[in-house]
């Protein structure tokens, strides 16, 4: 497969003009304007941010593609699917809530905003995926099946079981129904290291399965009957007292995303931005942001994920650390996101990506100044 073109832009921009009309005109350079738009419905795949976080996107980007969009004639709207988790995007009345104060109103954005899975994570389409190892049928939100275009708009930054969240986390994870997200984090279930654990109890706010118990001592206890695997409780414990239970449960993790990824985007015309600043350790789903691992570096474009995400790894790992960031004084061989998340391997990720046909992993980066 030839290598794919990556548009790219820095966040520079001259007195008197605004980085939303840079943001336009890379849109507008990457050849997203040649899609056929007219009368088409488009589901724009973004993350609205959790309660408490602040690194999420800011809603303007989402209007410049609204604008391009419906320039063109089509219906666009901004989606995304509940999550397993407790917070505050679990169903789609408390999900609204949170877009909207996050300044993802339609008024604000210039359309609808959707959650893809409806009203408590059970509306998805039973989707085959071609050429899949892991998954079946994908279990994805209907309101993304429904459109004919999918764009996926992705803040690119760190993620404690993926390595990094990018394009291909935004379109399988974040596409998929409860159920489907279940699926994907079936592979592996973490386990207590009972010498770690100070009782704190943390992780059972987190737990919306009611898998944590605590004994005698009041160190934690994890019921594999309930759990689920979606790792929240990982990602909060402090103590390094919750670990991964299977080796290869992150490897698997990401080969199930990768092949919901290719459900999502087979068969019908896809265009994906990352953006590549504010570059928190954790996911946006976290309820706080950290100091970010790397300076910003700027914004992609492009019409294939895998070459996308490959290309944003790669700008994110010349990048010197952020001092006082969680990866200061790290060096993991120069991969910024393995120093934040040793168990992590978004290269795999990747390479399954590339095997099972989303995308290739060999690009060229054309820079807009």
């Known amino acids: 497969m030839p290598a794919s073109t990556v548009h790219f832009t820095n966040f520079h921009v001259e007195v008197g003009h605004s980085l939303l009309e840079k943001f ?22 973004i993350h609205f941010g959790e309660e408490g976080n602040l ?16 320039e063109r004639g089509g219906k666009p709207f901004l989606t995304d699917s509940n999550t ?41 389409v039973y989707v085959p995926v071609a050429d899949g190892q ?9 309101a993304i099946m429904d459109a004919d275009i999918v764009i996926s708009l992705n803040h690119f930054k760190g993620h404690e079981s993926a390595g990094f969240g990018g394009a291909i986390k935004n379109l399988g994870m974040g596409s998929g129904s409860r159920a489907g997200k279940m699926e994907m984090h079936a592979a592996g279930k973490p386990q207590v290291e009972k010498e770690n ?11 919306a399965q009611d898998a944590i118990s605590f004994d005698e001592k009041g160190r934690a206890d994890i019921s594999h009957d309930r759990c689920v695997g979606c790792g929240r409780c990982l990602g ?6 919750i670990c991964q239970g299977d080796d290869n449960s992150n490897e698997i993790l990401g080969r199930r995303m990768a092949e919901y990824a290719k459900a999502v985007v087979d068969g019908r015309p896809s265009f994906h931005i990352n953006m590549l600043q504010d570059v928190s350790p954790y996911c946006d789903c976290h309820p706080e942001n950290d100091i970010p691992i790397i300076p910003d570096v700027g914004m992609f474009a492009s019409f294939d994920p895998v070459a996308l995400d490959q290309a944003c790894a790669d700008a994110a790992n010349r990048q010197e650390p952020m001092r006082g960031s969680l990866i200061q004084g790290a060096d993991h061989r120069h991969d910024r996101f393995a120093s934040a998340h040793p168990d992590t391997d978004w290269a795999d990720t990747l390479a399954h990506c590339e095997e099972i046909g989303i995308g290739t992993r060999a690009y060229e980066i054309v820079e807009m100044k």
Do not use: W
């Not at 303007?60 to 969009?69: G, H, P």
């Not at 909060?236 to 007292?241: K, M, Q, S």
């Open 55 to 70: 690194a999420y996107l800011r809603p303007e980007y989402a209007r410049v593609l609204v604008d391009l969009i419906k």
């Open 84 to 124: 397993l988790y407790v917070g505050s995007r679990k169903n789609a009345l408390e999900h609204l809530d949170l877009a909207h104060r996050h300044g993802f109103h339609p008024f604000a954005v210039g359309c609808q905003v959707l959650i893809a899975d409806g009203l408590k994570g059970t509306d998805e």
């Open 134 to 142: 892991y998954v079946t049928e994908a279990k994805i939100g209907r």
């Open 24 to 45: 336009r005109r890379l849109l507008l350079r990457a050849g997203m304007d040649k899609i056929d738009f007219d009368n088409k419905y488009v589901a724009i795949k």
């Open 197 to 207: 654990c100070v009782g704190c109890r943390m992780c059972v706010r987190v737990c």
């Open 236 to 241: 909060i414990c402090n103590y390094d007292a």
